[in-house]
């Protein structure tokens, strides 16, 4: 499909035909589109530097696979394992990952799921999936927190909580139903959205953050698929599945802080613990053109982890009375240790450990073919081969050796080779976490990426910090993860951080050695860089070096301060904590040894979006009945967590670090500041958390609906050196209106300690009921869909400035843009495929094709005066919808004039023939690969011939034509110049995969391309092998907003 939605908002020239043709140009790498420098591009916003390594791209019809390595700068966690292209580096096609909230909603058989917050006993569960835009039978009208407690046998209906209803078997027992729904996050080719499943609509797939997409949901359990159709009418399938089984246990170890010698008192709980991932097998555009995905046998890798929780906490007890005639009393499962009958205060110190083991059935990547529409021939084929690794520091797992591309011909067109080493730890005496669980080789080893070799080219070469890491299962580390060289006990924060607090104050007897265990949490940048990429060499010439420092931020509910070195005193001083991972300081690129050019980044106003928590309060009560006596016992105290008990919402993701301004500054080796800097200020909001639930509950926090997504840039500031401002951006933001029909409810089920309650019958308290009080969180599950609405450019020179404004507009159902206006005096108004009216076939083919995306007219106006349109015609053939002409009005109210013909298509619904402004035909010969190999201006398509419009006794017959297609030689092109001399005629000849290798003129004179080994354009030579353009490819920096 043709989309001409343009940015060039209106000028007086004359449009050439070129403007509304689909690319006729064969140069598949697309020469203009090379600079004299490769970037490395940072997001400001958080701080992240976008290390890639690109190794091919894959083109078959409107579907574009890029083949490339990434590199995550956010730095190793010490638990980290190394994937199949090494630690920190990926290389992968997308996916869709399953994040399990509650129960699992594609699981049929009833298994209790993992329990929160280290309950020893089951959780009680609530028995129906609660209506999603109810509320006391009323509809909301904007997104919420809520919090509601209620009993054992009393449910919520609908959210109705003023008709409690009543169930035959108690909530407790209740073990098959399931108030959260689970999300779906389907990442690929460009793609993000959020999925739910509907269960009130027979598990209708939702997209919740986006219009336009089809996702349909077959097969049945353990074999789901996925099909999912973007709004440009190519459809994903995913059907390759990763199945991850985990089973939980936990141990707890009364009296002690202790994490080491639990003994044998472990206890499985909520096994199995079932997820899935999905990833690509098939690509298939709205033509027919297929792009493969082939994948390995699977294989089973291990995997083992551990939280840790310490709780400190005191017990009391009072008497219900001595003359209460008990007829009936249910024996609680107690919670937590006995406490004695008398009047003072027993206090407790708990370490609890919560195990889990996963076992991940995995396959890997092989191959990937691609094909043109009914052709059971690759046009190419990407292989990717696999071997076992040296050390098995990660169990079975494969490590990728090489990549190659090879064309229908079989030629080799690209191969990547990789190079291997390991970080390796060094042994230490210090306790570990399941010190048995793996071997030493396991835990000790990392594969490490060294370098990547290009055909004929030469290598990547990359270099990292040389901290050790210390051995996966060790306790040194941070409360992020990262390593911080600290001989910790055990994974939980040190008490002490939060003391004085005061939910400390009703243990008075705490000693010393309760509050601090000696366990130091603090990120430390002497060790945070461990194992992260340092510096990149790169193939042709040049280099890049990376220097990193901790985040600094704060949060919206710290109870936790992290301090900017290892310390073991509390300090209520601390405003912003240091940590959670790495941001890019400084890089700086060389072109040589002696000149670079040097980036610096100063970051300010850092927030952690959804918060931190590591300290909740323990409150539990129930009751007991001792010789013939009821007492109501009630605990309280804290918890100490080794996971953050914040957690974004299940649309938004994982938390990030995000800042609210960034200044970034260049410099030459002189230190010579260069084009002065550059400052961009970022939407950067905390979310909301429940207010009551900063230390007893975690619920999910979320971004709130009028808000613009976080992230987007707000304005852009350039000055000179000598800090006088040269130009700024200005950008505003509007956040859709809200949609009920894209907003669903979580409901987040906690229990909240044993309660003893009397019923009183006729006269006298007859049963007492032991009952968990359960307290209900429903968060909302949405995504804000922002828009930009403005965006205004003031330049300054001199004293006075001018400005330059666009204003946007949009239209609901796709969210497409709807009008782009300049000044408040051009305007553009964008009409789409779902705007199509007649015929009604054309628009029906559209919506069965889910192609949304196409612009299908644009008016354009001056002063609110309709001065020029262009309309696409369709039709169907070949059952695709097919441009017919694109037409043009212009400075006339009435009369249209046909500015391009699509004449005649083959059965691949490829453009054959066109016939310009001018009315003269071209036709376009393609080989049987379905590459361009020549442009004919004056002649035209007859009777499988093509003729001369001009002599029409100059033809080029059927049989020559089939030997052109076969075997497009330069001796074969000239048969066209031979026979249709009277034409304007341009020929190609292609690398197959790569690009053009000969064009020739309509003299039928030559110009050659010449490729490096990354089948980029290298130098452009005439026909007597002279240099006409030579290209050099450097690294320079640049930034990603």
């Known amino acids: 499909m043709i989309t001409f939605l343009s940015s060039k908002i209106y000028s007086q020239e004359k449009y050439s035909d070129d403007q509304f043709l689909p690319n006729l140009n064969p140069v598949t790498p697309e020469v203009w589109k090379f600079l004299k420098y490769d970037e490395i591009p940072v997001s400001n916003y958080t701080g992240t530097a976008n290390i890639s390594v690109p190794i091919y791209t894959i083109k078959n019809g409107d579907i574009s696979v890029p083949i490339s390595l990434q590199y995550n700068s956010r730095g190793v966690k010490v638990t980290d394992e190394a994937g199949w292209v090494g630690l920190n580096w990926d290389l992968e096609f997308g996916s869709i990952t399953q994040v399990v909230q509650g129960k699992n909603d594609l699981r049929s058989i009833v298994k209790n799921h993992e329990l929160p917050d280290f309950f020893a006993s089951g959780e009680s569960r609530v028995k129906l999936f609660l209506e999603s835009n109810l509320v006391n039978g009323n509809k909301i009208n904007s997104p919420y927190h809520s919090l509601y407690r209620f009993k054992n046998h009393y449910v919520p209906f609908n959210k109705n909580f003023v008709e409690k209803r009543v169930y035959s078997e108690p909530i407790s027992s209740a073990q098959t139903y399931d108030t959260e729904p689970d999300i779906f996050k389907a990442n690929f080719f460009g793609h993000s959205i959020n999925i739910l499943l509907n269960k009130k609509r027979g598990n209708q797939p939702v997209v919740l953050d986006?219009?336009?997409?089809?996702?349909?949901?077959?097969?049945?359990?353990g074999n789901h698929r996925w099909e999912i159709t973007d709004p440009n009418g190519i459809t994903y399938y995913f059907n390759e599945i990763t199945e991850v089984e985990s089973n939980s246990s936990y141990a707890i170890n009364q009296g002690d802080h202790k994490f080491i010698e639990f003994g044998n008192s472990i206890s499985n709980v909520n096994n199995p613990f079932i997820t899935y991932v999905w990833r690509p097998t098939k690509i298939v555009d709205s033509k027919g053109f297929e792009v493969s995905f082939n994948y390995t046998d699977k294989i089973i890798l291990n995997d083992y982890s551990e939280e840790h929780a310490y709780e400190l906490f005191k017990g009391t007890s009072s008497p219900l009375g001595h003359n209460i005639n008990i007829e009936k009393f249910s024996s609680p499962t107690l919670l937590r240790p006995g406490v004695s009958t008398g009047n003072e205060a027993t206090y407790f110190r708990t370490s609890i450990k919560n195990i889990t083991t996963t076992e991940t059935s995995k396959s890997y990547l092989s191959s990937i073919t691609f094909k043109t529409p009914g052709s059971s021939i690759n046009l190419g084929e990407v292989t990717f081969t696999l071997s076992d690794r040296d050390t098995q520091d990660y169990g079975n797992a494969k490590q990728l050796n090489s990549i190659a591309v090879r064309n229908y011909k079989g030629g080799l067109v690209q191969e990547v080779s990789f190079g291997y080493g390991y970080f390796i730890s060094s042994p230490s005496t210090t306790v570990y976490v399941a010190d048995n669980s793996f071997s030493n080789t396991r835990n000790n080893n990392r594969l490490k990426l060294e370098n990547i070799s290009f055909l004929d080219e030469g290598k990547y070469e990359f270099d990292y910090f040389s901290i050790n890491l210390p051995p996966k299962n060790s306790f040194k580390t941070d409360v992020f993860g990262y390593y911080n060289g600290q001989n910790n006990t055990s994974l939980v924060p040190n008490p002490y951080r939060f003391y004085p607090n005061s939910k400390f104050e009703n243990l008075q007897e705490l000693t010393s050695e309760d509050i601090n265990i000696g366990n130091n949490k603090s990120t430390n940048a002497d060790y945070i860089t461990a194992a992260s990429l340092k510096s990149i060499t790169f193939p042709t010439s040049g280099k890049i070096e990376f220097e990193y420092e901790p985040h600094i931020f704060s949060s919206n509910l710290f109870n936790i301060k992290i301090p900017n070195q290892n310390q073991d005193s509390y300090n209520s001083n601390l405003s912003e904590s240091i940590g959670g991972g790495l941001r890019v300081k400084k890089q700086?690129?060389?072109?040589?040894?002696?000149?670079?050019?040097?980036?610096?980044?100063?970051?300010?106003?850092?927030?952690?979006?959804?918060?931190?928590?590591?300290?909740?309060?323990?409150?539990?009560?129930?009751?007991?009945?001792?010789?013939?006596?009821?007492?109501?016992?009630?605990?309280?105290?804290?918890?100490v967590s080794s996971t953050n008990n914040n957690t974004s919402s299940p649309v938004s993701g994982n938390s990030i670090i995000g800042y609210d301004k960034v200044i970034v500054r260049k410099k030459s080796n002189d230190n010579t500041?260069?084009?002065?800097?550059?400052?961009?200020?970022?939407?950067?909001?905390?979310?909301?958390?429940?207010?009551?639930?900063?230390?007893?509950?975690?619920?999910?926090?979320?971004?709130?609906?009028?808000?613009?997504?976080?992230?987007?840039?707000?304005s852009e500031k350039v000055f000179n050196n000598n800090n006088d401002l040269l130009k700024e951006k200005i950008l505003t933001y509007s956040n859709k209106e809200f949609d009920e029909d894209r907003f669903y409810y979580g409901v987040k089920r906690v229990p909240y300690g044993l309660s003893g309650f009397i019923t009183f019958l006729e006269g006298k308290y007859s049963i007492i009921n032991q009952s968990f009080d359960i307290v209900l969180g429903y968060y909302p599950l949405y995504y804000p869909v922002t828009q930009l609405v403005s965006e205004k450019e003031v330049y300054y020179k001199n004293g006075s400035n001018y400005s330059n404004l666009k204003e946007y507009t949009y239209e609901d159902t796709y969210d497409k843009i709807r009008s782009v206006k300049l000044n408040d005096e051009i305007e553009v108004v964008y009409s789409y495929t779902f705007d199509y009216t007649e015929p009604n076939d054309i628009?029906?083919?559209?919506?069965?094709?889910?192609?949304?995306?196409?612009?299908?007219?644009?008016?354009?106006?001056?002063?609110?005066?309709?001065?020029?349109?262009?309309?696409?015609?369709?039709?169907?053939?070949?059952?695709?919808?097919?441009?017919?002409?694109?037409?043009?009005?212009?400075?006339?109210?009435?009369?249209?004039?046909?500015?391009i013909i699509f004449d005649t298509y083959d059965v691949k619904s490829q453009l054959l023939s066109y016939t310009g402004s001018d009315g003269i035909k071209t036709v376009i010969l393609r080989d049987n690969y379905n590459n361009i190999v020549a442009l004919i201006k004056g002649a035209k398509y007859e009777s499988n011939q093509i003729i001369s419009e001009i002599n029409e006794n100059q033809i080029l017959t059927s049989s020559e034509i089939s030997t052109i297609k076969s075997n497009p030689t330069e001796a074969n092109l000239g048969i066209i110049y031979e026979n249709l001399g009277t034409c304007f005629i341009e020929t190609y000849r292609l690398k197959p995969l790569i690009g053009l290798e000969y064009y020739y003129d309509q003299n039928f004179q030559s110009k050659k391309y010449q490729y490096d080994g990354q089948n980029r354009v290298r130098a452009i030579y005439d026909k007597d092998l002279k240099v006409i353009s030579a290209f050099e490819y450097k690294y320079a920096n640049s930034t990603n907003n």
């Open 843 to 899: 628009k029906v083919k559209f919506a069965t094709e889910n192609i949304f995306n196409e612009v299908v007219r644009q008016d354009y106006y001056k002063d609110n005066n309709l001065i020029e349109s262009r309309d696409n015609e369709y039709k169907i053939l070949y059952d695709n919808v097919l441009l017919s002409k694109v037409r043009l009005r212009e400075n006339h109210p009435y009369k249209y004039n046909d500015k």
């Open 673 to 714: 500041l260069l084009n002065g800097y550059t400052e961009y200020y970022y939407t950067n909001e905390l979310e909301t958390k429940y207010a009551s639930s900063n230390t007893l509950f975690s619920f999910a926090s979320y971004l709130g609906y009028t808000k613009p997504k976080n992230g987007s840039l707000l």
């Open 588 to 639: 700086k690129i060389y072109f040589n040894d002696n000149d670079f050019l040097e980036y610096t980044y100063q970051y300010e106003g850092g927030k952690l979006s959804s918060g931190i928590k590591y300290l909740s309060e323990i409150i539990d009560s129930y009751t007991n009945k001792i010789s013939g006596q009821f007492y109501n016992y009630n605990y309280s105290g804290i918890k």
């Open 210 to 221: 986006k219009n336009g997409y089809k996702v349909i949901l077959v097969g049945s359990e």
